[in-house]
Nanobody, 120 residues
Framework: EVQLVQSGGGLVQPGSSLRLSCAAS????????MSWFRQAPGKERELVAR????????NYADSVKGRFTISRDNAKKTVYLQMNSLKPEDTAVYYC?????????????WGQGTQVTVSS
């Protein structure tokens, strides 16, 4: 059974830090690009950060560049999102995503979501 189990969300003050984790099982983690998305109330889900299967390439939304860092540990089958200098506009439900495309099929898995609230 494929599972992406997230942890690490919560309520923090502006300027604080949080680290989200997403532990994978049931598929070959090292073959998948991993991403973090977020969805704020009344808004569409947006891509926050992506890391390649080997970890050598990362991409970030402009809104989080310089503040968030995505990383992965393929031995532990876990992807992380380190969030620093948090702002109220970072408040959202965060989702991890695993994706792999072959010539005939696309594989796409999602975590359960975790709430991050930034408020004073």
């Amino acid at each position: 059974e494929v599972q992406l189990v997230q942890s690490g969300g919560g309520l923090v003050q502006p300027g604080s830090s949080l680290r989200l984790s997403c532990a994978a099982s049931g598929f070959t983690f090292s073959n998948y690009a991993m991403s973090w998305f977020r969805q704020a109330p009344g808004k569409e889900r947006e891509l926050v950060a992506r890391i390649s299967s080997g970890g050598g390439s990362t991409n970030y939304a402009d809104s989080v560049k310089g503040r968030f860092t995505i990383s992965r540990d393929n031995a532990k089958k876990t992807v992380y999102l380190q969030m620093n200098s948090l702002k109220p506009e970072d408040t959202a439900v965060y989702y991890c995503n695993a994706r792999r495309s072959t010539w005939s099929k696309e594989y796409d898995y999602w975590g359960q979501g975790t709430q991050v609230t930034v408020s004073s």
